[in-house]
């Protein structure tokens, strides 16, 4: 599985400590108010954060040891979303931090 998902104006973080690894790097950088106010945030760097709880499909090794009739078994994983507003914010965030 994949720590982090880049789709068109959206990174989902599945593993919500790589988001805080990024984060207080952040906060070194620009300071804590940039980053923890999110009107601020959007102004800055182009994005907001979300928190969600996405459905994740378990691996073929975890399905192998699930008891059930079910072909594929889910379960809900916490995960952060950044939302973009455009694609210049979130090509910049891709090159410096990930």
Do not use: C
């Amino acid at each position: 599985m994949k720590d982090v998902e880049v789709k068109k104006n959206l990174i989902i973080f599945k593993n919500p400590d790589r988001w805080l690894q990024i984060r207080d790097r952040m906060i070194e950088e620009y300071g804590k108010t940039n980053i923890i106010i999110s009107w601020r945030l959007r102004k800055e760097f182009g994005f907001t954060i979300r928190e969600h709880r996405g459905l994740a499909q378990h691996s073929s090794k975890d399905l192998e040891q699930l008891e059930g009739d079910w072909q594929w078994k889910y379960y809900y994983q916490d995960q952060i979303h950044l939302d973009f507003f455009n694609d210049s914010s979130q090509s910049w965030f891709q090159l410096k931090y990930l």
